[in-house]
């Protein structure tokens, strides 16, 4: 996992509530035994017509969506299935971040894993983002801070266990490993 | 006082949180399937690693799997190559890291949420996780169950733990009593309609009251198994006699000794009376009808004697209604529909299958209605056919499959055709959901085989009392 610090990056908006992961990645594409390449298949029947053609009006088909590190998407982002296919996907495609006023628990632990960054913010700064396409925003991990364009800074809420994992780029099961003299009494203990 | 969350949540901590790590939670029981393992079991492998306490783990064939039984059983090959592909990774992991498979062609395969409580892994106090996030179900039985991701697949194996915050509480009290024609399926969907999407998220459920009280243990695991779909981590029941009833006749389920101690563990459980939840709401099941959604999320429910809602400059509801091919303010009784699926973790048990069998003896399937019934598991489908249910489901002119997730997920090849209407018991009416374009009604097996039987979306109760 790649150490996270700053993102300075536009936005690319999908101004829909409840953008569940079957469409971040629907199921079909869950015949795989690897993590690998699913970002030709983000957002797969949004993106595209069933003749495979982009969808031209879809914004992340749009030109100024190239490049685009950070996604803002409606409130209750991720909810549904539990599919890590679905950080995988934003990741692979090149996404870093994700915003919203509310992201659902499987996919935030799931993105938290993957050092894709999900980030909530308060009600006003997220319907400032969903009007604004294409802002320039810079993400502070080390201080848990939004950038915008304006110059104003929000916070937004993460775990300091999460940030200090995506801050040195080192996952959890290390910490679990260490954690084994505790387990095996915690099994002693109930055996 | 403490709830019964609570109570199970700290006799799991191997380690208690504090403000700079996440608790250390052990995990007593842990399900696997083909879809959500592999990645798993290949960080095992490039880290050295081995499973902690594989007899904790045990795993089956049901995403992807086929449900002709020719492809199970006659050795036809799969349709669909990568499937075929996953269920060989699953079989050769399994067998390398000494993880229990009930295989594809296992007398006890089943949907993964279905076999565990018929074998009686899925215990009262324990915690249970599975790469699925309708793992909900199994707090049907008061076990603390929730879905995970693959990662955390992956940590299970090593570890048996899990790094978790603790998740709030959430008490949803039913009242009163069901009508005649209302099931559990049409008080969840009831539930998720009145809390929302995205309601119950960072939250523990914990359902209660007389109707949840008068519940068999089918009725409660689908309540249980749809907390997801309004967000909530896990949903619980506390067990009752009704649990321990069903527990007795589970053939991994504790005997003897055992069972007399694990029993009384077990009725220590409960919430105590005056323990205080972060949140309550309570709903008057008396009023409740037979429920459909009409959009494309299962907060976007109605009862099947309703009209579609209308909502003002709302471009989200728009577009959902767009999807569906549905307009405000029409009702939804007599809507065509084109597919019928009976089936899934939802809505795939034994009890599911009678009700269904209770509309459709003696009736036949719409003509150009295509109604597809699915066992959860091969347990429910021999049990099913020794009552002569199968009988009943193929005269009605339905067909009747091999257990497996099916057309819910639509992974194995059992799909729903673009533009296409399905009435379906199973948990999810997402866009795309049952296949691309796919146009999902979610119902309880009641209201889908009355609505098979006259090819249009149809109040159950118009089959009732002769």
């Not at chain 2, 409580?117 to 909900?136: A, N």
């Not at chain 2, 249980?224 to 029941?237: F, K, P, Q, T, V």
């Not at chain 2, 527990?247 to 000794?257: F, I, Q, V």
């Amino acid at each position: 996992m790649e150490p996270i610090r700053q993102i300075v990056s536009r936005t690319v908006v999908l101004p829909y509530t409840n953008i569940d992961t079957d469409q971040i990645i629907p199921a079909r594409f869950l015949r795989t035994t690897t993590r690998e390449d699913l970002g030709k298949q983000l957002f797969s029947d949004w993106r595209y017509e069933a003749n495979g053609a982009l969808k031209p009006r879809f914004p992340l088909n749009m030109p100024e969506a190239a490049g685009c590190a950070v996604l803002v998407g409606g409130r209750n982002f991720g909810c549904g299935s539990s599919r890590e296919h679905a950080p995988w996907a934003l990741l692979d495609y090149g996404f870093r971040a994700v915003i919203s006023s509310e992201i659902a628990d499987i996919f935030r632990t799931n993105s938290l894993k993957n050092g894709l960054l999900p980030i909530v913010v308060d009600e006003v700064t997220h319907q400032w983002l969903l009007a604004n396409p294409g802002a320039q925003v810079t993400v502070d991990l080390e201080s848990s801070t939004l950038r915008l364009p304006s110059g104003t800074s929000v916070n937004f809420p993460i775990e300091r266990f999460a940030r200090h994992c995506l801050l040195n780029g080192v996952d959890e099961l290390g910490f679990l490993l260490s954690q084994q003299p505790q387990i095996v009494l915690f099994e002693q203990k109930v055996s | 006082m403490k709830t019964m969350f609570q109570r199970v949540w700290e006799q799991h901590e191997v380690a208690p949180e504090t403000a700079d790590t996440p608790a250390v939670l052990y995990i007593d029981r842990h399900l696997i399937h083909e879809v959500t393992s592999p990645q798993a079991f290949t960080v095992l492998r490039e880290r050295g690693l081995t499973l902690r306490r594989p007899e904790r783990t045990i795993a089956t064939i049901d995403h992807s799997s086929p449900t002709r039984t020719e492809q199970i059983f006659g050795g036809v090959p799969f349709s669909i190559e990568a499937a075929a592909q996953q269920v060989t990774q699953l079989q050769k992991n399994c067998a390398q890291f000494g993880i229990e498979l009930l295989d594809l062609k296992s007398d006890q395969r089943g949907v993964v949420h279905i076999i565990s409580p018929e074998l009686g892994l899925t215990l009262p106090g324990s915690t249970l996780v599975c790469g699925d996030s309708h793992t909900s179900t199994h707090g049907a039985f008061g076990a603390l169950a929730f879905g995970i991701g693959t990662t955390e697949v992956g940590h299970v194996f090593a570890t048996q733990c899990l790094l978790q915050r603790r998740p709030r509480t959430f008490a949803i009290t039913v009242d009163g009593k069901l009508s005649a024609g209302v099931t559990a399926k049409d008080l969840i969907l009831a539930i998720i309609g009145k809390i929302g999407i995205g309601g119950g998220t960072g939250h523990v459920f914990e359902y209660r009251g007389p109707v949840i009280r008068s519940l068999g243990m089918d009725e409660r695991m689908t309540v249980c198994n749809m907390s997801i779909e309004a967000g909530a981590r896990a949903g619980m029941i506390a067990p009752d006699d009704t649990t321990y009833a069903y527990l007795a006749n589970c053939p991994r389920a504790p005997k003897g000794e055992a069972w007399d101690r694990a029993l009384s563990f077990w009725r220590t459980l409960p919430s105590d009376a005056g323990a205080a939840f972060d949140r309550e709401i309570s709903i008057d099941g008396s009023s409740l009808e037979p429920m459909i959604t009409y959009g494309t999320n299962p907060s976007m429910v109605i009862a099947v004697s309703g009209s579609v809602p209308t909502r003002r400059d709302d471009a989200v509801f728009d577009k959902a209604l767009a999807y569906m091919g549905l307009h405000a303010g029409e009702p939804i009784g007599n809507q065509p529909v084109n597919v019928v699926f009976i089936g899934s973790c939802t809505n795939g048990r034994l009890s599911d299958l009678r009700a269904a069998a209770e509309v459709l003896r003696g009736h036949k399937i719409a003509a150009g209605v295509r109604a597809l019934i699915v066992p959860g598991s091969q347990q429910v489908k021999r049990d099913a056919e020794r009552e002569g249910l199968d009988r009943i489901f193929i005269e009605a002119g339905a067909e009747w499959r091999e257990s497996g997730c099916s057309m819910c997920i639509a992974m194995n090849g059992d799909s729903v055709a673009p533009g296409e209407y399905a009435i379906s018991t199973s948990n999810r009416n997402f866009e795309g959901r049952q296949g691309p374009g796919a146009r999902t009604l979610l119902a309880s097996p009641l209201t889908a085989a009355a609505s098979a039987v006259r090819g249009r979306v149809t109040d159950p109760r118009e089959f009732m009392n002769g």
